[in-house]
């Protein structure tokens, strides 16, 4: 199975702070990697798939990069909406797995 | 637009069943593979099984295989899963999700139902 590893596990920042976290998979799992934003008490949302394409309506203030085992999502300009749990995802084989999310706190 | 709503969940003892329904609109369930996604109070997400447009790829995580059961029915836009043997560790909010790629690969998760919530306890 491949592990994904997120870190840090929490991040407390301020706005208009850039802000990045970094998602690092046991194997090479090409760009199969999606990222999600989940806020309290509701469903995960898609942000990010194939390591960098932003999903169409997600602010631009969201990036993704990386390939292979090493990926980041970054957020140039951190805005209150975005204090979430973010998790990345690796659609590179079954089992799917999530990394363990990276709490985003609003200083 | 796309919408997926989950039903079935509730409390049940250790040992027992539950079947969860998904009920899809919005586009053409029969098209795609779909996926289930559970996440323990107050943890991270786990995916628990996929499963193709027609039914003839199926995966499952490690912790419930031989215990749960997907399923659907391409005529009523439904998604099953057929929880047997439940465990204390099987609570969670269980999320019903389309899958863009097939049998769920390759490209993403979205949308993501509202969930339901499944309690194993005595």
């Known amino acids: 199975d491949i592990q994904l590893t997120q870190s840090p596990s929490f991040l407390s920042a301020s706005v208009g702070d850039r802000v990045t976290i970094t998602c690092r998979a046991s194997?090479?799992?090409?760009?199969?990697l999606a990222w999600y934003q989940q806020k309290p008490g509701k469903a995960p949302k898609l942000l990010m798939h194939t390591a960098s394409t932003l999903k169409s309506g997600v602010p631009s203030r969201f990036s993704g990069s990386g390939s292979g085992t090493e990926f980041t999502l970054t957020i140039s300009s951190l805005q209150p909406a975005d204090c979430a749990t973010y998790y990345c995802?690796?659609?590179?084989?079954?089992?799917?797995?999530f990394g363990p999310g990276t709490r985003l706190e609003i200083k | 637009e796309v919408q997926l709503l989950e039903s079935g969940g509730g409390l049940v003892q250790p040992g027992g069943s539950l079947r969860l329904s998904c009920a899809a609109s919005?586009?053409?369930?029969?098209?795609?593979?779909m996926s289930w996604v559970r996440q323990a109070p107050g943890k991270g997400l786990e995916w628990v099984s996929a499963i193709s447009a027609g039914s003839d790829h199926i995966h499952y995580a490690d912790s419930v295989k031989g215990r749960f059961t997907v399923s659907r029915d391409n005529s009523q836009s439904t998604l099953y899963l057929q929880m047997n043997s439940l465990r204390a560790e099987d609570t969670a909010i269980y999320y019903c999700?389309?899958?863009?790629?097939?049998?769920?690969?390759?490209?993403?998760?979205?949308?993501w139902g509202q969930g339901t919530l499944v309690t194993v306890s005595s």
């Open positions: 919005g586009f053409t369930f029969s098209s795609y593979s």
């Open positions: 194997q090479g799992i090409g760009s199969y």
């Open positions: 999700v389309h899958c863009s790629g097939g049998i769920c690969l390759q490209k993403w998760l979205d949308p």
């Open positions: 995802q690796q659609l590179y084989s079954h089992p799917l797995t």
